[in-house]
């Protein structure tokens, strides 16, 4: 698999106990697919969750993500 993007979001916010990260990864894998990975969780947490999907165009993956990064901007991350 070729990671062709990755994109890591924070939102920290000491006064409510808020430590958060969100990553997102787009490959393109060996059935010339492309699969989106997100990662999310508390910052230093052993455990996260992850998310993939996998899409048949670049196209496709690029407006998911492009959607994903809209949605953690909605919800006052920050581009790490």
């Known amino acids: 698999m070729v990671t062709?993007?990755?994109s890591t979001w924070t939102k920290i916010d000491p006064r409510r106990n808020c430590f958060r990260?969100?990553?997102i990864s787009l490959a393109n894998d060996l059935f010339n697919a492309y699969v989106?990975?997100?990662e999310w969780g508390r910052m230093g947490a052993k455990k996260v969750r992850r998310k993939v999907?996998?899409?048949?165009s670049f196209d496709e993956a690029m407006t998911h993500v492009?959607?994903?990064e809209?949605?953690?901007l909605k919800?006052?991350?920050?581009?790490a």
């Open 66 to 68: 492009k959607h994903i």
């Open 70 to 72: 809209s949605l953690r």
């Open 36 to 38: 989106v990975s997100c």
């Open 53 to 56: 999907e996998v899409f048949t």
């Open 75 to 79: 919800h006052h991350y920050q581009s």
């Open 4 to 6: 062709l993007m990755i």
């Open 21 to 23: 990260f969100y990553a």
